[in-house]
């Protein structure tokens, strides 16, 4: 119910990297050498930004739990470095945030959440590595109304988590800003250790 990994609560590895303001995670598909991970590439890598809808689509379909659908406020994307954003042109969960907003008639605040530093590529880093790259590189932007993000239930958006590291630190500070909870959605998600597909 709380991290959409579909094992028994003794068994779930996914739990234990979600923070208690953090409310729940879902995403649509595993990633790794299946549909899912060649999508993902082609909006990201190869400029498919059209692929987002449907992606949104699929991730508007989710289950969620009763408390999140009532209370969810508005869709926060995932911020890209202004490097990374000149050189793809686009943020793929800015986009994805887009479509999705359509079909649950939310908002999206894609200026509430800012990367204070960039950081290195993700893919190729350990657990822990993924940890100390995003440590404090999030925060809420300087222009961000309090009065708006305090109390409210938000809802991260990004196209893959891996081992939620990026996600758990953008949470954080959106509940450090003075959002009440936070939950998350993903087009895809990574296997955890041990996970059998």
Not at 3 to 22: I, K, Y
Not at 126 to 154: I, K, M
Request: proline content about 6%; hydrophobic content about 45%.
């Amino acid at each position: 119910m709380r991290c959409g990994h579909p094992l028994r609560r003794s068994d779930c590895r996914w739990c234990g990297l979600l923070p208690p303001f953090v409310r729940a995670a879902r995403s649509v598909a595993w990633a790794g050498e299946g549909t899912a991970s060649g999508i993902v590439h082609a909006l990201k890598y190869q400029g498919w930004s059209r692929v987002a809808d449907g992606m949104a689509a699929r991730m508007a379909r989710l289950d969620w739990p009763v408390d999140v659908q009532m209370e969810r406020t508005a869709l926060v994307p995932v911020p890209l470095a202004p490097v990374r954003l000149r050189e793809r042109g686009f943020n793929q969960s800015a986009l994805l945030a887009a479509a999705l907003a359509t079909h649950w008639q939310l908002p999206v605040w894609d200026d509430l959440l800012q990367r204070t530093r960039a950081t290195s590529s993700q893919t190729r880093l350990t657990p822990g590595e993924r940890l100390s790259n995003v440590s404090g590189a999030f925060s809420v932007t300087p222009r961000a109304s309090t009065d708006a993000l305090r109390g409210a239930h938000l809802v991260l958006v990004d196209d893959v988590v891996t081992t939620a590291s990026t996600l758990v630190a953008c949470a954080a500070a959106l509940h450090a800003g003075g959002a009440r909870i936070v939950s998350v959605v993903t087009f895809a998600r990574a296997p955890a250790p041990g996970d059998r597909s």
